[in-house]
C-alpha cells in the first residue's frame, strides 16, 4: 500500500510539473493583437461547394465585394493599407527566367490566355488581362474584364515595391528544379530581405530550398507533420525538435488548443527557435484547411492573442480583429 502511495504521489508530482511548465502563467508575453496573413492579397471570393484541384475558382466568383483582384499591385497595397501584416502569393518560373505572380497553373481560367503560365515569357504574360475570367452570374457579365490587362506582376517587381515587407511565397509545382532556381534568386537578396520572406509548397522544391539556403523561414506538408508529431511526442518538456526550428507553420485552430504550452508558452517557445505561426481555421479531415475565413472565429482566439492568423476574407475579418484586440480606453 505504500509503494502504491508513493507511487501514485509521484505521478501526481510529475503531472503537476509537466502542467506548470507548460502553463501558460509562467509566460511574461504580453497581451498582443494578431498578425494577419492575407493569402494571395485582397481577393474575389467564390462558392467554395465541391471544389476541386482544377476547379475554375473565377468562373464561381461570389458578387464583388471590393475592387481588386488577387496577386495584383494594387491587391497587395490595398491589404496592406488595411492593416496585414504579411501577404502570401504565388509563383510560376517563366522561360525568360523571371518568377510570375499568379495562382493558377494554367491561364485558362482567369485570362484569355492558353496553355501553362510556366510555358510562357514573363513579358508576354504582361500583355494578359488577369480580370477576363471572372464572373459572378454564369458568364452573362464579366466584371473585371478589360481592368486586369498587364497586372500580372513578377517577384522582383513585388519585392521592389514592397521593401521590407513579409510575405510567404508559395511554389505551386513539386519539382526540386524549380526550388533550386528560386533559391539561386533569392541567394541574391540581402540576407535582412531575406528574412521576411517564407518560401512554402511541395515537399522536394522546399528540401531543395532549405539545402541551398539554410536560413530560410519554410513550410511543407512534410516538415509541417514532422514538427507536429515530434513536438506532440516531447513538447510538454520544453524542447522544440529540429523539424520546428526557422520555419513557418500553418496551424489549424482547433489543433493549436491540444500543442503543448498553448498559447503563450507555445509562442514563447517558437519565437525562441525563430519560427513563425499562423492559424488556419478549423481541420476536418482530407487536405489543408482553409483560413480564418469567418469573422465569427476570430472569437475561437484567445485573449490577447500575439500570434498569427492566415485569411482569404481580410476585409471581413480585419474589422473584426481591431474591435476585439483593440487596447482599452
Not at 125 to 150: C, E, N, Q, S
Not at 151 to 175: A, G, T, W, Y
Not at 275 to 284: F, S
Not at 292 to 313: M, N, V
Request: hydrophobic share 40%; aromatic share 8%.
Amino acid at each position: 500500500m505504500r509503494k502504491r502511495t508513493i507511487f501514485l504521489v509521484a505521478i501526481l508530482v510529475a503531472a503537476s510539473g509537466i502542467w506548470l511548465n507548460n502553463s501558460s502563467l509562467l509566460s511574461s508575453r504580453p497581451a498582443g493583437t494578431p498578425a494577419v496573413l492575407a493569402h494571395r492579397g485582397m481577393a474575389q471570393d467564390f462558392d467554395r461547394k465541391d471544389l476541386g484541384p482544377d476547379t475554375c475558382t473565377a468562373e464561381r466568383m461570389l458578387p464583388p465585394r471590393h475592387p481588386f483582384l488577387e496577386n495584383t499591385i494594387p491587391s497587395m497595397e490595398a491589404a496592406f493599407a488595411l492593416g496585414a501584416d504579411a501577404l502570401e502569393l504565388d509563383v510560376h518560373p517563366t522561360t525568360d527566367g523571371k518568377f510570375a505572380v499568379f495562382h493558377d497553373w494554367t491561364l485558362d481560367c482567369r485570362t484569355e490566355g492558353k496553355g501553362e503560365t510556366r510555358a510562357h515569357a514573363m513579358s508576354e504574360l504582361k500583355t494578359l488581362d488577369v480580370g477576363y475570367g471572372y464572373t459572378a452570374d454564369g458568364g452573362k457579365t464579366f466584371p473585371f474584364r478589360g481592368k486586369g490587362i498587364g497586372m500580372m506582376p513578377s517577384l522582383d517587381e513585388v519585392l521592389q515595391h514592397f521593401p521590407n515587407r513579409r510575405f510567404n511565397i508559395n511554389i505551386k509545382s513539386n519539382d526540386p528544379k524549380e526550388g533550386e532556381t528560386l533559391a539561386a534568386w533569392l541567394a541574391t537578396l540581402a540576407p535582412a530581405e531575406r528574412a521576411g520572406l517564407t518560401v512554402y509548397g511541395g515537399d522536394r522544391p522546399i528540401a531543395a530550398v532549405k539545402a541551398a539556403l539554410p536560413d530560410m523561414h519554410t513550410l511543407s506538408r512534410a516538415s509541417l507533420t514532422q514538427c507536429i508529431l515530434r513536438y506532440t511526442a516531447l513538447g510538454w518538456s520544453g524542447y522544440v525538435p529540429e523539424a520546428c526550428r526557422q520555419g513557418t507553420l500553418l496551424i489549424p485552430i482547433n489543433v493549436a488548443r491540444w500543442l503543448w504550452g498553448w498559447p503563450d508558452r507555445f509562442l514563447d517557445r517558437m519565437d525562441g527557435v525563430d519560427t513563425r505561426i499562423y492559424l488556419l481555421g478549423p481541420y476536418a479531415g482530407g487536405g489543408f484547411s482553409q483560413g480564418l475565413d469567418d469573422p465569427q472565429l476570430i472569437d475561437q482566439l484567445p485573449d490577447g492573442y500575439s500570434g498569427g492568423i492566415s485569411t482569404d476574407t481580410l476585409d471581413l475579418v480585419m474589422p473584426v480583429i481591431k474591435q476585439r484586440f483593440a487596447p482599452p480606453t
